[in-house]
């Protein structure tokens, strides 16, 4: 039996199989945009990690998501052990259905008016009636199309300008900005439903971009980014969070094993988790720094390694 990776960015998977190699793993690599799938036939048995992005769009694979959830359901339909399943894909392509399940853990997210129609985005901001406001795409992945408007005439005048993008599934969501007390925010990592540690992000230029009304934040809180400086990720040493048990417990019921919280602390001390992320990756210079020494993909290649050797073992005792 194997650990099998599910993904369409080969960059992303590097140090993973540096990881496996070093603990002499056994793994397969499914590269989705060169994968097939014969309905009718049976799953290898093993354990299969969903390393799937909402961003496969920038890296011009466009539908490897929707192929993803197709391979998914067949492997869960084959009773298969899934790291980070359907329930975690679709979290992961619909930022406006994380803010719905975080409201079933009490969990404080940005307000957030969503609207399906370009036109009808001014109405959402009189709706939303918080100034200013960010305006996303649904479906992005590294912060693409999200901008930063000061004023509904702002927004007005880009759309009449055809400067704020489009968003895949056609859903846009208006928001609350929530301005960074420290000037940066918070990943909170998880990896087989357990704490790792915490990051913090410099989002001086990342929240405020320009002095303009309409700023792009773009790329900015890429961990795995070749051009971000090691200085922007900062792991926490001494970290405190009263919801991390809150956090854990949300990721569990959404069948996320992998992922990370991402959240604004605001000048009220109030942590406003903004995203749910379940394709993270972990800044090494970053974690080379840190007095934890601890390292992501590390922490994830003993997590599947233990899910394999549990399969193993049931394998056994049924034979």
Same mark, same amino acid.
């Given at each position: 039996?194997?650990?099998?990776?599910?993904?369409?960015?080969?960059?992303?998977?590097?140090?993973?199989?540096?990881?496996?190699?070093?603990?002499?793993?056994?793994?397969? /690599?499914?590269?989705?945009?060169?994968? %097939?799938?014969?309905?009718?036939?049976? #799953?290898?048995?093993?354990?299969?990690?969903?390393?799937?992005?909402?961003?496969?769009? %920038?890296?011009? @694979?466009?539908?490897?998501?929707?192929?993803?959830?197709?391979?998914? &359901?067949?492997?869960?339909?084959?009773?298969?052990?899934?790291?980070?399943?359907?329930?975690?894909?679709?979290? +992961?392509?619909?930022?406006?259905?994380?803010?719905?399940?975080?409201?079933?853990? =009490?969990?404080? @997210?940005?307000?957030?008016?969503?609207?399906? @129609?370009?036109?009808?985005?001014?109405?959402? $901001?009189?709706?939303?009636?918080?100034?200013?406001?960010?305006?996303? #795409?649904?479906?992005?992945?590294?912060?693409?199309?999200?901008?930063? *408007?000061?004023?509904?005439?702002?927004?007005?005048?880009?759309?009449?300008?055809?400067?704020?993008?489009?968003?895949?599934?056609?859903?846009?969501?208006?928001?609350?900005?929530?301005?960074? $007390?420290?000037?940066?925010?918070?990943?909170? /990592?998880?990896?087989?439903?357990?704490?790792?540690?915490?990051?913090?992000?410099?989002?001086?230029?990342?929240?405020?971009?320009?002095?303009?009304?309409?700023?792009?934040?773009?790329?900015?809180?890429?961990?795995?980014?070749?051009?971000?400086?090691?200085?922007?990720?900062?792991?926490?040493?001494?970290?405190? =969070?009263? @919801?991390?048990?809150?956090?854990?417990?949300?990721?569990? !019921?959404?069948?996320?094993?992998?992922? &990370?919280? +991402?959240?604004? /602390?605001?000048?009220?001390? $109030?942590?406003? $988790?903004?995203?749910?992320?379940?394709? %993270?990756?972990?800044?090494?210079?970053?974690?080379?720094?840190?007095?934890?020494?601890?390292?992501?993909? *590390?922490?994830?290649?003993?997590?599947?390694?233990? /899910?394999?050797?549990?399969? !193993?073992?049931?394998?056994?005792?049924?034979?």
């Amino acid at each position: 039996m194997k650990i099998y990776v599910i993904h369409e960015n080969d960059d992303w998977v590097v140090p993973l199989r540096a990881a496996f190699e070093k603990l002499n793993l056994p793994y397969e /690599e499914w590269f989705i945009n060169d994968l %097939t799938l014969d309905l009718n036939s049976i #799953p290898p048995q093993g354990i299969f990690y969903n390393r799937m992005s909402a961003s496969a769009h %920038t890296r011009d @694979h466009r539908y490897a998501p929707e192929m993803t959830a197709n391979i998914l &359901a067949w492997l869960e339909r084959h009773g298969r052990k899934v790291i980070n399943n359907r329930k975690a894909l679709q979290l +992961e392509l619909r930022k406006s259905e994380q803010y719905i399940a975080l409201q079933e853990f =009490n969990i404080p @997210h940005p307000k957030t008016i969503i609207s399906n @129609h370009v036109d009808s985005l001014p109405k959402a $901001v009189d709706q939303l009636n918080i100034f200013p406001f960010i305006l996303k #795409p649904n479906r992005g992945g590294k912060g693409t199309g999200v901008q930063l *408007f000061h004023s509904k005439e702002s927004l007005i005048q880009s759309i009449q300008d055809n400067q704020i993008g489009e968003s895949l599934d056609g859903i846009w969501l208006v928001q609350e900005y929530i301005k960074p $007390v420290s000037g940066r925010i918070v990943r909170a /990592e998880f990896v087989g439903g357990k704490f790792l540690y915490a990051v913090s992000i410099d989002a001086e230029n990342g929240f405020e971009l320009c002095p303009a009304d309409s700023c792009n934040i773009g790329d900015a809180f890429c961990p795995a980014s070749k051009e971000v400086p090691t200085s922007k990720f900062i792991i926490l040493n001494e970290y405190e =969070n009263e @919801h991390l048990e809150k956090y854990g417990s949300f990721l569990k !019921s959404n069948g996320i094993g992998v992922g &990370a919280l +991402e959240y604004v /602390e605001d000048a009220n001390g $109030v942590k406003w $988790v903004y995203d749910v992320n379940t394709n %993270t990756n972990y800044n090494s210079g970053a974690e080379q720094k840190s007095a934890l020494k601890k390292g992501g993909m *590390f922490e994830i290649a003993k997590h599947l390694a233990d /899910e394999l050797s549990k399969i !193993s073992k049931q394998k056994l005792k049924r034979a």
